[in-house]
């Protein structure tokens, strides 16, 4: 079994980093699940607009990245625009931009601790508000996100076009009524339609028939129809 060892990256890394992702990306099955970047993008990050945590397998070899951004109040990306944020509060924000892990390392559990451990790292800075965008069918990132206190608030057309759902992380413990409904991942119109009346993705599963579906609750005490 592969043992890791973790370290913030620096500007001496974005080579290897960005190399990384272009593997990755060419892994995939498909190039919707994933926007790559190129290495301009990672340097204001590494000069601390956010923060970068690399793991390394026992060779020291790069096995895995996440990548936490910290978008400015008048970036037109920041995320929080997308739940209707503004003014002030747009400075709470922070992106979980990326989670990217050599294929061979994967299965080991490294994304999810890649994913606490720079939350951790980033927590305390005033960026209580952690956004994160995650393409409706990528199924393993949705259940990694959900299970770490994102839930799906959002739908949104993002990176030239493509499908995300837009995750917030909760800054505390949230309650839900107890009805449930489930809803094709590949149904933008449905999942439009219930989050725009404040329903919150909180879960997703496989179907009898193998299709992923998203489980949407109301808040308890949202009487909104």
């Not at 999810?112 to 990528?138: E, H, K, Q």
């Not at 489930?182 to 219930?194: G, I, N, Q, R």
Request: glycine share 8%.
């Amino acid at each position: 079994m592969k043992t890791f060892t973790f370290r913030s990256a620096t500007a001496k890394d974005l080579e290897a980093l960005v190399a990384l992702e272009r593997a990755v990306e060419a892994s995939l099955p498909n190039r919707e699940m994933f926007a790559i970047d190129d290495e301009d993008f990672y340097v204001p990050i590494v000069e601390g607009a956010g923060h970068i945590l690399l793991a390394f397998d026992q060779f020291q070899k790069l096995a895995g990245v996440s990548v936490i951004r910290f978008p400015a109040l008048d970036d037109p990306e920041n995320l929080g625009l997308e739940v209707g944020l503004s003014g002030k509060a747009l400075c709470r924000v922070r992106h979980a931009e990326s989670i990217f892990i050599r294929p061979d390392c994967g299965g080991m559990g490294l994304a999810s601790r890649l994913l606490t451990d720079n939350l951790m790292y980033t927590d305390g800075v005033g960026r209580d508000l952690c956004f994160a965008t995650i393409w409706p069918l990528n199924a393993p990132s949705l259940k990694l996100h959900l299970s770490c206190g994102f839930h799906i608030r959002a739908f949104a057309l993002k990176y030239g076009g493509k499908a995300r759902f837009v995750l917030m992380r909760s800054t505390k413990p949230l309650s839900f009524s107890e009805n449930v409904t489930y809803v094709d991942a590949a149904d933008s119109v449905h999942h439009t339609e219930l989050l725009e009346r404040h329903a919150v993705g909180t879960g997703c599963r496989l179907n009898s028939s193998g299709t992923l579906e998203i489980a949407y609750r109301r808040l308890a005490g949202d009487t909104a129809r």
